[in-house]
């Protein structure tokens, strides 16, 4: 995402765009992506219509709360307060209508050569062919470990997190915090429900059935009424220490999960991603001409790095809160909120 996002931006300015992408395909699988407000501008900032495109495939996001296992309300989730500042509301959507959207956009532009199946070579290497380098290759990225090391590196947090889909429309969205873990409800498209689930021990989805049984409703009829065969299991890991920087040399740029992996509890991934795409096209367009890449990176750097970081690091303290057994103390602490 972060990739097609920058190709389009820079696309956008006038650059000629190569995506190499070392996967035969895009990758299709799906989750339902929370687009929060400014993500959604930057969209409309990254190509005609983009914008436009998103929200007809997406779903608005409202009404939703944090829940205990049985089923009392603990908060709101600040999705109103955040559709009355921005007017407009948070959108949810899948992945796969995500790329499609990017993808559609970029072949409108016309001269991006994507190819597939062509990892990128060292980025020195590429910096000797392109004027402008732009990692965006994700979690593992070798282009920041050959530019920065291994010292920031993929951390797991020791937490496995389950996401599917079912094919119904639940009655209530939000999530549920347990102890030690939790279990989210999201609308993603009519008729579907996105959702994803974390708990200890849960080494199979059978394990995982048994340990939501007696959640409330529809927490285990979710879980009973899918085929585990479409559910996807991955380790929850995030980048640690953040890094120094995002840019080197003047002419490599890091985007994405590339330059700040985060864990998915605050839903931020995506939206992040987007914002550095967007950033990165307009300070490169803001500093044209001769000699001046390296200060349109400066500027890049200087306006993503603290604030993707930022996000990184209250998406891992939610984790903690998510996931902790002191139950007692945290939920009496959501119960303060407005
Ligand atoms: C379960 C889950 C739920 C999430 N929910 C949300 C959400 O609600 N909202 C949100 O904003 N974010 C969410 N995220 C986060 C979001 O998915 C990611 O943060 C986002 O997709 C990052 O995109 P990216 O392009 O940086 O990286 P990736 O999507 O990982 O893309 C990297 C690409 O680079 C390619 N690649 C890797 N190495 C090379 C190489 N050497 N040469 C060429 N190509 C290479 C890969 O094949 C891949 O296609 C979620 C993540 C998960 C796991």
Request: aromatic fraction near 6%; include cysteine.
């Amino acid at each position: 995402m972060a990739g097609l996002a920058s190709a389009l931006g820079l696309r956008r300015a006038g650059w000629r765009v190569t995506v190499l992408e070392r996967r035969a395909g895009l990758e299709r699988y799906g989750t339902a992506f929370g687009i929060h407000p400014t993500a959604q501008a930057a969209l409309d900032r990254l190509g005609e219509g983009v914008g436009a495109a998103l929200r007809h495939l997406a779903v608005p996001y409202r009404d939703a709360h944090i829940r205990t296992p049985d089923g009392r309300r603990l908060a709101r989730l600040p999705l109103e307060r955040i559709e009355r500042k921005a007017g407009c509301p948070e959108l949810l959507i899948s992945r796969p209508y995500m790329i499609d959207t990017l993808l559609a956009a970029l072949e409108e532009t016309g001269q991006v050569s994507l190819e597939l199946g062509r990892a990128a070579p060292d980025p020195a290497v590429l910096a000797r062919e392109y004027d402008l380098v732009v990692g965006a290759d994700g979690i593992n990225s070798a282009v920041r470990t050959a530019l920065f090391g291994t010292r920031s590196r993929p951390r797991r947090l020791g937490t496995a997190a389950w996401i599917g889909t079912a094919d119904l429309d639940s009655p209530l969205h939000g999530e549920t915090w347990g102890a030690g873990g939790f279990f989210g409800l999201t609308p993603v498209e009519p008729g579907r429900t996105n959702w994803y689930a974390t708990a200890p021990g849960a080494t199979t989805a059978e394990v995982l059935r048994t340990l939501f049984t007696g959640w409330h409703d529809p927490v285990p009829r979710i879980l009973g009424g899918t085929d585990p065969a479409g559910w996807i299991r991955y380790e929850m890991r995030h980048l640690y220490p953040a890094l120094p920087s995002f840019v080197h040399g003047g002419h490599i740029a890091l985007v994405g999960d590339a330059a700040h992996a985060m864990t998915p509890n605050l839903g931020q991934g995506a939206c992040t991603a987007l914002l550095d795409a967007e950033a990165l096209a307009r300070a490169v367009t803001r500093h044209a001409g001769p000699g001046a890449l390296p200060e349109a990176l400066r500027a890049y750097d200087t306006e993503r790095r603290r604030a993707a970081q930022r996000v990184a690091l209250a998406s891992r303290t939610l984790h903690r809160l998510m996931t902790t057994r002191h139950t007692r103390t945290r939920d009496a602490l959501l119960r303060l909120l407005p």
